[in-house]
T-cell receptor, first 112, second 119 residues
């Protein structure tokens, strides 16, 4: 079983719509959760971090965490073509020297 | 915010040669840096954890004699791909965490990556 799972997509949404990206993880001891955005040929950039259950909003982005269900999501409101990228979910794995494990990423395309 | 500088951004080398990639934390000290490799349309795969003042920790399946890591100071880690082969062609990315801001809950900051092409 993969430690961090994401739907690979591609996920296509029209401009202005809400894009919903999902991630599940296997380690109940995980404490920190991150969403990174990666444009093609570029390195990942951090867009959201979340550490406790509930919602965390930052501009058009909302991260949602449910530790009981081992689920973390990212909502992008008013999606723009510039949001088209691969979104990586990353989770700290308890007891692991690797400290951060990435999902395979979800490719998002926002259609103008 | 924390900045991680990686150099070079692109390198093309001939099979059998060695390539060195540098990773620097510009405005913070990093006792630990992480080296990732990413193949096209795949996620980041951790290769090794670079520890200042001690040996690097390699992930299973990563040859430590092929991917030499040196963490010379609190702001510099280098990855040397020795005797490169075409199958080593990939996108290599380093990252670091500003531990002065916390512990493992602090996000990783990534360098801009190095596109290695071995001909």
């Amino acid at each position: 079983q993969k430690e961090v799972e994401q739907n690979s997509g591609p996920l296509s949404v029209p401009e202005g719509a809400i894009a919903s990206l999902n991630c599940t993880y296997s380690d109940r001891g995980s404490q920190s959760f991150f969403w990174y955005r990666q444009y093609s040929g570029k390195s990942p950039e951090l867009i959201m971090s979340i550490y406790s259950n509930g919602d965390k909003e930052d501009g058009r982005f909302t991260a949602q965490l449910n530790k009981a269900s081992q689920y973390v999501s990212l909502l992008i409101r008013d999606s723009q073509p510039s949001d088209s990228a691969t979104y990586l979910c990353a989770v700290t794995i308890s007891g692991s020297a690797r400290q951060l494990t990435f999902g395979s990423g979800t490719q998002l395309t926002v259609l103008p | 915010g924390a900045v991680v500088s990686q150099h070079p951004s692109r390198v093309i080398c001939k099979s059998g040669t060695s390539v060195k990639i540098e990773c620097r934390s510009l405005d913070f000290q990093a006792t630990t840096m992480f080296w990732y490799r990413q193949f096209p349309k795949k996620s980041l795969m951790l290769m090794a954890t670079s520890n200042e003042g001690s040996k690097a920790t390699y992930e299973q399946g990563v040859e430590k004699d092929k991917f030499l890591i040196n963490h010379a100071s609190l702001t510099l880690s280098t990855l040397t791909v020795t005797s490169a082969h075409p199958e080593d062609s990939s996108f290599y990315i380093c990252s670091a965490r500003d531990v002065s801001q916390g512990t493992s809950s602090t996000p990783l900051h990534f360098g801009n990556g190095t596109r290695l092409t071995v001909t």
